[in-house]
T-cell receptor, first 116, second 115 residues
Framework: AQKVTQAQTEISVVEKEDVTLDCVYE???????LFWYKQPPSGELVFLIRRNSFDEQNEISGRYSWNFQKSTSSFNFTITASQVVDSAVYFC?????????????FGRGTSLIVHP | DAGITQSPRHKVTETGTPVTLRCHQT?????MYWYRQDPGHGLRLIHY???????DKGEVSDGYSVSRSKTEDFLLTLESATSSQTSVYFC??????????????FGPGTRLLVL
């Protein structure tokens, strides 16, 4: 079973639409970290956000917002008023303690295509 | 941007040949990682290092070895390349020495084609 599930393989929207990327995780630890990364067509991986398991406050950064809900083990990412530049593959990741270190597990990614 | 470079950036090789990829960092971070990225699989951890000469296996370590003789360099070796190792390889670093997870920062990637 996957520890991080991004059920949406590909999402296609038209510019200015809002879009939510889902991330569901599985862990038995009480202390863990969640991340979102963006991989634009150029290929680099860009860090977007980190959230620890004790902080359930939602985060907003410009057009981006994240909804962390421990009750449903979800860490969803919403882009408001999407733009063509948002087209990318987005990865959710989970870090859990593993012998004293935190080793991340990545979801398989969601490809977002924003059409003009 | 974190100072991480990977070399080479692109490589074409033949089945059965050894290949070494290099990751170099200028951040003095303790942890270094090698991932491979394949369509439909996301990022999968190959090996990681938590210090000089300290390494451990990841999810997909078969066919790969690593070495870290200096803090700044982490080498990934394919002893005898196979077509299934055609992939994009990413190096990442983090400074998790305090026991708290720090963010991973990724290098630009290396595209490897094994013919």
């Amino acid at each position: 079973a996957q520890k991080v599930t991004q059920a949406q393989t590909e999402i296609s929207v038209v510019e200015k639409e809002d879009v939510t990327l889902d991330c569901v995780y599985e862990t038995r630890d009480t202390t863990y970290y969640l991340f979102w990364y963006k991989q634009p067509p150029s290929g680099e991986l860009v860090f977007l956000i980190r959230r620890n398991s004790f902080d359930e406050q939602n985060e907003i950064s410009g057009r981006y917002s994240w909804n962390f809900q421990k009750s449903t083990s979800s860490f969803n990412f919403t882009i408001t008023a999407s733009q063509v530049v948002d087209s990318a593959v987005y990865f959710c990741a989970l870090s859990e303690p593993a012998g004293g270190s935190y080793i991340p597990t990545f979801g398989r990614g969601t490809s977002l295509i924003v059409h003009p | 941007d974190a100072g991480i470079t990977q070399s080479p950036r692109h490589k074409v090789t033949e089945t059965g040949t050894p290949v070494t990829l290099r990751c170099h960092q200028t951040e003095n971070h303790r942890y270094m990682y090698w991932y491979r990225q394949d369509p439909g699989h996301g990022l999968r951890l190959i090996h990681y290092s938590y210090g000089v000469k300290d390494t451990d296996k990841g999810e997909v370590s078969d066919g790969y070895s690593v070495s870290r003789s200096k803090t700044e360099d982490f080498l990934l070796t394919l002893e005898s390349a196979t077509s299934s190792q055609t992939s994009v390889y990413f190096c990442a670093i983090s400074d998790a020495g305090t026991g708290l997870q720090e963010t991973q920062y990724f290098g630009p990637g290396t595209r490897l084609l094994v013919l």
